[in-house]
């Protein structure tokens, strides 16, 4: 057995991990890498293959044509729907004669990327749901994959275990281990059990927090920090402005409680926010969706901005900007670009942390900056990861016991205390820890 890391081992996102089983090959994910999307963004929106590759979004998953791999992958597996891990599947499936496969709302949101880049694929989507298994097709035999629920910040996240005749493949990319989560199921400990009796050959697992002495905090702590500033904090006669990550359904599902509580009409404005919401509502996983207003086209978002700015105090508006991207709802409300104008005391909340890349950094600075121009009351950091700490790495391995571990989704400074940690358990560097980068192949 043969394992490719094509993506995901030297930066945060364009995730993608090839197993080489001989006659066939499976693929894990297909993600895009967002700081190049964002700086494209403030030029055009005019995305193809070729233009990702030359600005380095997309895996380089051409590296399987010159090992005359490309030819043998049975199916795209999708661990869940964020866009660094599905995101480059509307430009780099089609290269495939392979199924693609997901848990329901992962392929509802896969769905709405195609249509809103106007791509056909003439891959199969093949649905899966959680805690449950499928088989792929191989040249000669099938292939067993579970698909094993566990916690993120989305919902239907799945740690995948792939059965082969040289034991399981474990793809845990992304997860925590949240026994309280706000909406959805809690992590399947007793499959996790199960599979490490059977033997995990290798574990490629999520390491991004490996160096965080901690063990990540329940989604019900972040909904305790909402609630402590919704409800507590007075702003009876100010705007009140929320933002947070689109695709996190139980964090939403949260703010709007809070915000029916306040008697404020809560509206959404921005495409991503209607995005996941739709998608989680075709997959009866959005019980807030009659609760909220939802404004995306610009003269919706026209309309509705010169609507609450009649009376700010009677609204609540959760909006896309959290990590402060151009041209997003917040940055240009920020900037006056709307008929909504920010002003002295109304309430800014990021439910929300900065995703660690140069350009999120940055980006935020620079909207910090606008909102406290106009003397706003911020609040930053109502917010729990959706990623494993130390403490929490230390017992899902003790509990899953691989044989093998591959650290992953990071450049190397932040996934490299994982060899450290492992050292910690009786792996050995280079012997089965392995710290690979983009490109690189391990035989097994």
């Known amino acids: 057995m043969k394992i490719y890391g094509i993506g995901g081992f030297n930066e945060v996102g364009k995730n993608m991990t090839a197993v080489d089983l001989g006659e066939d090959v499976i693929l894990f994910d297909c993600g895009l890498f967002l700081p190049p999307i964002v700086e494209l963004e403030e030029v055009d929106k005019v995305y193809t293959e070729k233009r990702l590759r030359a600005i380095g979004a997309i895996p380089s998953d051409d590296i399987l044509d010159g090992l005359g791999l490309r030819k043998k992958v049975r199916a795209i597996i999708c661990s869940h729907a964020h866009l660094d891990h599905i995101g480059a599947l509307p430009f780099l499936a089609q290269r495939y004669n392979a199924e693609i496969v997901g848990t329901p709302f992962t392929i509802e949101v896969l769905k709405t990327l195609l249509r809103d880049e106007k791509i056909q694929l003439r891959n199969r989507l093949r649905v899966v749901q959680p805690n449950s298994f499928f088989y792929v097709q191989g040249k000669n035999r099938k292939y067993k994959v579970d698909f094993i629920n566990i916690t993120h910040s989305t919902i239907q996240t799945s740690m995948l275990a792939l059965h082969t005749p040289e034991g399981i493949v474990l793809y845990s990319n992304d997860f925590k281990l949240d026994n309280s989560p706000v909406l959805g199921k809690k992590p399947n400990y007793d499959k996790l059990k ?13 390491s991004l927090y490996s160096g965080d002495d901690r063990k990540t905090a329940s989604e019900k702590v972040a909904r305790t920090l909402l609630e402590d500033v919704l409800l507590t904090t007075t702003n009876e006669n100010n705007g009140l402005f929320i933002t947070t990550f689109s695709s996190h359904i139980a964090r939403l599902k949260s703010i709007v409680e809070f915000g029916k509580k306040l008697n404020r009409r809560i509206v959404f404005l921005g495409r991503s926010l209607n995005k996941y919401v739709s998608a989680a509502t075709r997959v009866n996983m959005c019980p807030f969706r009659k609760d909220v207003e939802i404004a995306t086209f610009r003269h919706q978002l026209e ?37 909504l104008k920010l002003e002295s005391q109304d309430h800014v909340i990021f439910s929300s942390s900065i995703i660690p890349t140069k350009a999120s950094i940055e980006n935020r600075q620079k909207l910090d900056n606008n909102l406290k121009k106009r003397k706003v009351r911020i609040f930053s950091n109502l917010h729990v990861s959706g990623h494993a700490g130390r403490e929490d790495l230390r017992d899902f391995i003790n509990m899953v016991n691989p044989e093998h571990i591959i650290p992953a989704h990071g450049e190397h400074r932040l996934i490299a205390p994982m060899v450290e ?15 690979i980068n983009d490109k690189q192949k391990l035989v097994f």
């Open 303 to 339: 309309r509705q901005t010169k609507k609450i700015s009649k009376d700010k105090s009677k609204y609540m508006v959760v909006c896309t900007g959290h990590q402060g991207e151009p041209g997003s709802i917040l940055d240009r409300i920020s900037k006056n670009r709307f008929p």
């Open 194 to 206: 199960e599979i490490a009796k059977e033997g995990v050959k290798v574990l490629i697992v999520d």
């Open 421 to 435: 940690l492992a050292q910690e358990l009786g792996y050995k560097d280079k012997k089965n820890i392995h710290l």
